[in-house]
T-cell receptor, first 116, second 113 residues
Framework: EAEVAQSPRYKITEKSQAVAFWCDPISGHATLYWYRQILGQGPELLVQFQDESVVDDSQLPKDRFSAERLKGVDSTLKIQPAELGDSAMYLC??????????????FGPGTRLLVL | GDSVTQMEGPVTLSEEAFLTINCTYTATGYPSLFWYVQYPGEGLQLLLKATKADDKGSNKGFEATYRKETTSFHLEKGSVQVSDSAVYFCALSLNTGGFKTIFGAGTRLFVKA
């Protein structure tokens, strides 16, 4: 069964450094989401792509976060500079194009970030 | 705004006990409702869903019914197993020119042998 791939699985960095996360959604999935999940809370949307276009980035802290999905396939989320409060799990999810299935999200394993 | 509220955990049960995790929602439109499960060290995975009022979603012995009149989608299982230990997230999805999903805070379930 196809899966959403994310790397790295774990990242430790010092504050003020730059970090980048990568996500490869399930082949053919049009919509890609990046979420931040703070320990003990549910995922919160950072950015949503439809193919290569940003649909919603209203909750993305644009002074330090950026995201791209240049060819409408895989995606990169970057933080520069990282702050202590960015320590969290970063989850990527994708959804199928098929009508009736486009609401079901398929999640990757996540990247756990620790900022020291 | 749109939101999901679910019961706080952790919930600790003995094997074969009955499980209920409460979930209520607030939405401006007519959402689809979901339960996702997250096992340790993994991402979320869909457990079940319901897309309209009175629909019942079911999977792996879990079930939940979309109750529009009480804006609820409570998760139930008649007999839990140790392997059901995980965090359960209630969520709603709305089409706002692209589907947007809002998650509850999650409820951690521990099942003791």
């Amino acid at each position: 069964e196809a899966e959403v791939a994310q790397s790295p699985r774990y990242k430790i960095t010092e504050k003020s450094q730059a970090v980048a996360f990568w996500c490869d959604p399930i082949s053919g999935h049009a919509t890609l989401y990046w979420y931040r999940q703070i320990l003990g809370q549910g995922p919160e949307l950072l950015v949503q792509f439809q193919d290569e276009s940003v649909v919603d980035d209203s909750q993305l802290p644009k002074d330090r976060f950026s995201a791209e999905r240049l060819k409408g396939v895989d995606s990169t989320l970057k933080i520069q500079p990282a702050e202590l409060g960015d320590s969290a799990m970063y989850l990527c999810a994708s959804t199928p194009r098929e009508r009736g299935r486009e609401e079901t999200q398929y999640f990757g394993p996540g990247t756990r970030l620790l900022v020291l | 705004g749109d939101s999901v509220t679910q019961m706080e955990g952790p919930v600790t049960l003995s094997e074969e006990a009955f499980l209920t995790i409460n979930c209520t929602y607030t939405a401006t439109g007519y959402p689809s409702l979901f339960w996702y499960v997250q096992y340790p060290g993994e991402g979320l995975q869909l457990l079940l869903k319901a897309t309209k009022a009175d629909d019942k979603g079911s999977n792996k012995g879990f079930e939940a019914t979309y109750r529009k009149e009480t804006t609820s989608f409570h998760l139930e299982k008649g007999s839990v197993q140790v392997s059901d230990s995980a965090v359960y997230f209630c969520a709603l999805s709305l089409n706002t020119g692209g589907f947007k999903t809002i998650f509850g805070a999650g409820t951690r379930l521990f099942v003791k042998a």
